[in-house]
DNA sequence: GACAAAGAGAGAGCACCGCTCTCGTTCAAT
DNA sequence: ATTGAACGAGAGCGGTGCTCTCTCTTTGTC
């Protein structure tokens, strides 16, 4: 049962590669993350990282599986915090955790939002539970807002959706929100992912902004006006106005 | 003045490297753009190329330009056919138009609003110029609604954004807008960029939504309505109540 | 303890990449 | 006609992912 040298130099040498691979993705993106650099790093040749890696494709999705494991710890560790306040503060913190950990991993978050890496399709049954953790975690939040009749109604005639895939979403997900709630969940992660891209890929220029984090604040406030979010939780037996006053 | 056969021949060539480095964008994405592989097409060795382009980098910032130019000329000549229709069915237009050129230039779109080429960084002076052409019309669309009074209020008390930012851009565009409809124009353009993005790399996994078409058509509805765009234009003179009954 | 099997690393090699340099050739302006 | 610029070819440098073979060491088994 315990384990042989030969099988803890294995494990070392394991995590020598994804630590090395990580800071090499760090510091020159995912175009840059090349085997033979690693194995320069790991003071070995190359052939010999092969023993440990099939391909850099599969150390790609080593370094996917694990950013995405760790965006989403960062984020419910955030929440943990803030379990007991509001929604919209809490939404509030899943969304700067978001932020403040993309731009800590500028490089790892490209890897999980941004291009595609061309050749390379990430194997489903590897990255799509921890890809997915974050935005459940995201969808959970509006569906016990909306479960507490807490979500103001959406200002507007709800278009038709793509009712079937949100069926299913309901199945599996375990999830009561109409099409337009979940509509606007998603009309929410776009916004969220969209401003977190557009800031950290400097897509308006080096010089538009000079405070991107005001940006960033105003608009997960008017995302969270979006969803409907209300500042402190409503007892949920008073109903809800049809045009419910200002916030703050 | 007129042209020797020389530089006839010379901007032929020009033309040609474009041509094929735009194929092999399209085919292989923007890491497999290789210098190398365009000479071959071209029918010449890999260091000619280097005549007629100074780097690899060089061509990215050629077909970076180009890319921009050819979204922004779409987007405008699909705006052009409903030039005199109401604000929400020009904003459809605008968004229809940016969806189905990405789905018909992904790799192009990549290029524009996906990852940035690491080590890569586009000389601004070529490119902000086209860059900003298509978000640029989308603020205009959404100024003249604006100035029109056919914008519904924001639901909610918009929190400060940057403002001194938000200063600047109305200085140096003309805008009249106040910090709450610039806000909510870029709210609109995150959640824009993100259905397009989110649709175009997968990033909700291949099985999750069977009609695509049909999500992207709901969020430009619900993102209409957060931009508070009325079906038919109402005349300016029709004081906007505090409190609009739903559109439709 | 001897021995076969499996693991690990080294090294050579293949085909590709961006990019530089030199060398003849061809074209165009003087 | 001459001369300088433009052009293409070819060799070469260092880099990449990846495969193959070879040797040495560790491991489990008889």
Chains 1, 2 share one sequence.
């Not at 590669?17 to 690693?38: C, D, P």
Request: proline letters at 8%; charged letters at 20%; a negative charge.
């Amino acid at each position: 049962m315990s384990p042989t040298p030969r099988e803890r130099a294995r494990a070392q040498t394991e995590r020598d590669i994804i630590r090395i691979a990580r800071a090499h993705l760090a510091t020159g993106g995912a175009a840059s993350l090349s085997l033979r650099a690693v194995a320069r790093d790991l003071g070995v040749v190359s052939s010999a990282v092969y023993r440990y890696v099939r391909s850099r494709d599969e150390l790609l999705t080593l370094l996917l599986v694990e950013g995405y494991t760790e965006l989403a710890d960062t984020v419910d560790a955030a929440l943990e915090h803030v379990a007991d306040q509001d929604d919209r503060t809490r939404f509030y913190t899943l969304g700067n955790a978001m932020r403040e950990w993309a731009k800590s991993e500028p490089a790892m978050y490209a890897l999980l939002y941004g291009t595609p890496v061309p050749g390379y399709d990430a194997p489903g049954e590897q990255t799509t539970g921890p890809g997915t953790r974050v935005i459940l975690t995201f969808a959970d939040l509006v569906e016990q807002a909306y479960r507490a009749g807490r979500l103001a109604p959406w200002p507007g005639t709800t278009a038709p959706g793509p009712s079937s895939d949100y069926d299913a979403m309901r199945r599996d997900l375990v999830l009561t929100g109409d099409d337009a709630t979940i509509g606007r969940t998603f009309l929410a992660w776009h916004a969220l992912i969209g401003a977190v891209t557009a800031e950290l890929f400097g897509q308006f220029g080096p010089d538009t902004f000079s405070d991107p984090a005001a940006l960033f604040a105003q608009q997960l406030s008017l995302i969270a006006d979006t969803l409907g979010l209300a500042e402190a939780p409503l007892p949920p037996e008073q109903p809800q106005p049809a045009c419910r006053p200002p916030l703050g």
